[in-house]
T-cell receptor
Framework: QKEVEQDPGPLSVPEGAIVSLNCTYS??????FMWYRQYSRKGPELLMY????GNKEDGRFTAQVDKSSKYISLFIRDSQPSDSATYLC??????????FGTGTRLLVSP | ETGVTQSPTHLIKTRGQQVTLRCSSQ?????VSWYQQALGQGPQFIFQ???????GRGNFPPRFSGLQFPNYSSELNVNALELDDSALYLC?????????????FGQGTRLTVV
């Protein structure tokens, strides 16, 4: 069993839709949770950073962490074609390695 | 832009050869981590360098080695290249000891082994 599970998609939505991206994990020691956006042939770009459980909002993006269920989510409101990318969840216990999901490919059509 | 730069951006090597990839960390950061991202997969942790020493290693063989320099820049060396080493190699910069352990990535080096 992988430490982090993420549906690879692709997830296709029309412009303006609300997008929900999710990851589950198995290591209860994870405390730091991140979402990265990666455009084709580029490095990952940090979108959201959350410590422990709870919600965090930044513009059109909302990150949720439910440690009791070992489940994290990223919501994108009013999705735009420019949001088309691969979204990677990542987590760690502290300073060392990040453990990534496979990434979900999102396609937002005009 | 994250301020993390990697070189070269692309290269092609022959099986059995050796390769060196380079990374300059973001200003103010003291830790560099290297990741391998195969096509269609998430990045996999190779190792981390802090204070010029290896500070954690993933499930990669010893032919993957690295260095960190006093200015916190870093190199990844891979010996005896294999076809499966073809991937995007990512460098991530962070600040050890900070309250937040955010890691910022460079654009990556795409390595093709033929």
């Amino acid at each position: 069993q992988k430490e982090v599970e993420q549906d690879p998609g692709p997830l296709s939505v029309p412009e303006g839709a609300i997008v929900s991206l999710n990851c589950t994990y198995s290591n209860s020691a994870f405390q730091y949770f991140m979402w990265y956006r990666q455009y084709s042939r580029k490095g990952p770009e940090l979108l959201m950073y959350t410590y422990s459980s709870g919600n965090k909002e930044d513009g059109r993006f909302t990150a949720q962490v439910d440690k009791s269920s070992k489940y994290i989510s990223l919501f994108i409101r009013d999705s735009q074609p420019s949001d088309s990318a691969t979204y990677l969840c990542a987590m760690n216990t502290g300073f060392q390695k990040l453990v990534f999901g496979t990434g979900t490919r999102l396609l937002v059509s005009p | 832009e994250t301020g993390v730069t990697q070189s070269p951006t692309h290269l092609i090597k022959t099986r059995g050869q050796q390769v060196t990839l380079r990374c300059s960390s973001q200003s103010g950061h003291n830790t560099v981590s290297w990741y391998q991202q195969a096509l269609g997969q998430g990045p996999q942790f190779i190792f981390q360098y802090y204070r010029e020493e290896e500070n954690g290693r993933g499930n990669f063989p010893p032919r993957f080695s690295g260095l960190q320099f006093p200015n916190y820049s870093s190199e990844l060396n891979v010996n005896a290249l294999e076809l499966d080493d073809s991937a995007l190699y990512l460098c991530a910069s962070s600040l050890q000891g900070a309250v937040k352990t955010e890691a910022f990535f460079g654009q990556g080096t795409r390595l093709t082994v033929v």
